[in-house]
C-alpha cells in the first residue's frame, strides 16, 4: 500500500433520518436538520481524492442516505471512478426508480436494517416499517442487488422463541442476502444511552445462539456477527478457527470517515469527537488531512485483556470507536472482551497463559 492509501472511506450523506430509532448513536431523525452538510460539488472532491488514493469502496451512511435529493448524483459519480458504492438504509425509500437511476447495479452494494419480527422491528423503528422495509429487501433480490441484511439485537426476548426465530430465518433464507449481518452488542452511545443496559451474561447467551446458527445455517445464509472473535464461546473454536466468514473487526488503519460536514477521522463514527479529527475537508488541504498523525497511526499499544490476547496480531482491539466511547483511550481494551473476561466468559484459548488451563 502507497503512501495515505485507504481501502474504504465511510461517509456521513446526511444526520437527517426519516425514523427516530431507540439505538441510534447519531442520533438522527426527522427533527435533526444540520444546514450546512456537504454539497455534491465537495462530494465530488472527495470522490476524486478517494480515486487518488486507490480507494475500493465508497460507504454512505447517515441519517438516512436516501434523503438526498443528490444522492443518485454522488452514486454515480462515485461509479464513474470505478468505486463500489455500499450504502447504509433502513429501506424505507428503495423503489423501482431510485434502482433504475443507479448507472451500474453491479457495482453497489445495499445494507438494510431488519431488527426481528415484525413486532419486534416496529418497536425498535416505528409502525408502518416492517413490510416496507421487507418489501424493499424483495425488490433488491429481483433486481440482483448485492445486499446485507443488518439486525441489532436492542431486543433480545424474541430469539429465544423458537417459533419466532424459526419464522425470522425462514424469511431471511426467502431474501437470500449476501450476508446477514447481527450486531448481538449496542455500544451505548447517542439515544441507545436512553435503553436499558443489557447484562454480559444476556449478551454471551445472544452470542451463544447466533454462532450456533452460523454453524447449523452454513450453505443456507451466511452470518457474520459483529463481536470480537475472542468473545465466542470455547464450544466454537474449532469451528472458528476455519470459518472464512469470521468478523476480525474493520481493519481500521485502512480507512477513513467524513462526517456529513466535512470532518475527517479515522471512521465515522470518530468525527463525533473533536480531539479524533485530522481536519476538515472544506477547511484544510486534503493532502494535509490524510498525512496527519490520525489518519497514520499503524500500531497499537493495546491495554487491559486485549494486550494479552492471542490474537490481538489479527483483530488488533476490533472496533477502536467502540472502546474509544468506553474509556476514551485509542488503547483500551474492546469493552466487550475486557467485560467478557472480568466475568469469565472470554474465550480461554486465546488468553496467553490460559489457553491450556482445565
Not at 480507494?55 to 436516501?66: A, F, N, S, Y
Not at 423501482?96 to 431488527?115: A, G, R, T
Not at 467502540?322 to 485509542?330: I, Q, V
Request: aromatic letters at 10%; proline letters at 4%; a neutral charge.
Amino acid at each position: 500500500m502507497g503512501e495515505n492509501e485507504r481501502d474504504l472511506f465511510y461517509i456521513y450523506t446526511t444526520l437527517t433520518c426519516n425514523l427516530s430509532c431507540t439505538h441510534c448513536y447519531v442520533p438522527s431523525s426527522p427533527k435533526l436538520i444540520i444546514k450546512n452538510e456537504l454539497s455534491l460539488d465537495e462530494f465530488k472532491k472527495i470522490i476524486d481524492y478517494a480515486e487518488k488514493l486507490k480507494v475500493k469502496e465508497i460507504r454512505l451512511t447517515g441519517g438516512e442516505p436516501l434523503l438526498r435529493k443528490d444522492i443518485i448524483e454522488i452514486i454515480n459519480y462515485t461509479i464513474s471512478k470505478d468505486i463500489t458504492v455500499s450504502i447504509e438504509t433502513n429501506g424505507l425509500l428503495i423503489d423501482d426508480n431510485f434502482l433504475k437511476s443507479i448507472s451500474d447495479l453491479s457495482k453497489v452494494h445495499i445494507s438494510v436494517s431488519l431488527d426481528g419480527p415484525k413486532e419486534v422491528h416496529e418497536s425498535i423503528r416505528g409502525a408502518n416499517t416492517f413490510e416496507r422495509t421487507v418489501n424493499s429487501l424483495h425488490l433488491l433480490k429481483q433486481y440482483n442487488v448485492k445486499r446485507t441484511i443488518i439486525t441489532t439485537l436492542v431486543i433480545t426476548d424474541w430469539i429465544y422463541n423458537e417459533e419466532k426465530i424459526n419464522s425470522f430465518i425462514d424469511l431471511l433464507i426467502n431474501l437470500s442476502p449476501n450476508v446477514w449481518y447481527v450486531h448481538v452488542w449496542v455500544s451505548p452511545e447517542g439515544r441507545a444511552k436512553l435503553l436499558k443496559p443489557t447484562k454480559v451474561k444476556e449478551i454471551y447467551d445472544a452470542i451463544r445462539l447466533f454462532y450456533s446458527l452460523r454453524i447449523k445455517l452454513d450453505g443456507k445464509i451466511p452470518i457474520v456477527l459483529n463481536v470480537p472473535p475472542a468473545v465466542i464461546p470455547e464450544e466454537f473454536t474449532e469451528f472458528m478457527l476455519k470459518d472464512t466468514l469470521l468478523n476480525l473487526g474493520c481493519h481500521w488503519w485502512r480507512i477513513a470517515g467524513i462526517s456529513s460536514n466535512g470532518n475527517v477521522s479515522i471512521c465515522h463514527r470518530f468525527t463525533l469527537f473533536p480531539e479524533m479529527r485530522a481536519g476538515n475537508v472544506r477547511r484544510d488541504d486534503l493532502n494535509k488531512i490524510f498525512s496527519h498523525e490520525i489518519l497514520n497511526r499503524k500500531e497499537i499499544k493495546l491495554k487491559g485483556i486485549c494486550g494479552k490476547c492471542l490474537i490481538k496480531d489479527y483483530c488488533r482491539g476490533f472496533c477502536r470507536a467502540d472502546a474509544y466511547e468506553f474509556y476514551r483511550d485509542f488503547n483500551a481494551p474492546h469493552p466487550l472482551c475486557q467485560l467478557f473476561y472480568e466475568n469469565g466468559l472470554l474465550n480461554r484459548n486465546f488468553i496467553a497463559g490460559e489457553e491450556d488451563d482445565g
